[in-house]
């Protein structure tokens, strides 16, 4: 991929929920939410403080993260579906 994000900016990708329930319900496509979790594909140097300080990112590409629902700008780079969003709309790191 040729983009690079600027600032406190991270490109992520939607990870898929499951297909059926836990109970063997199958989910279709028509009443799936969108999914809340993604990997970071590649995340901008950081932001600037009043010092002119850069201050590093906490997300690095590669982790799983969670996400608000109607977070972030969704576009298509290289033909793949992605999600542009500051690093303050990720909610936290998934373990």
Do not use: C, Y
């Not at 490109?11 to 979790?37: A, C, H, Y």
């Not at 201050?55 to 590669?62: D, R, S």
């Amino acid at each position: 991929m040729k983009f690079r994000p600027l600032h406190d900016r991270v490109v992520l990708r939607r990870i898929e929920g499951e297909e059926k329930t836990k109970g063997g319900i199958i989910i279709p496509d028509t009443v799936k939410e969108k999914p809340q979790e993604g990997e970071v594909v590649a995340a901008g140097p950081g932001v600037r403080d009043e010092a002119g300080k850069i201050n590093p990112l906490e997300v690095k590409a590669g982790d799983r993260v969670l996400f608000g629902k109607w977070s972030g700008t969704e576009v298509k780079i290289d033909g793949q579906d992605l999600l542009i969003m500051k690093e303050s709309d990720i909610l936290g790191i998934v373990a």
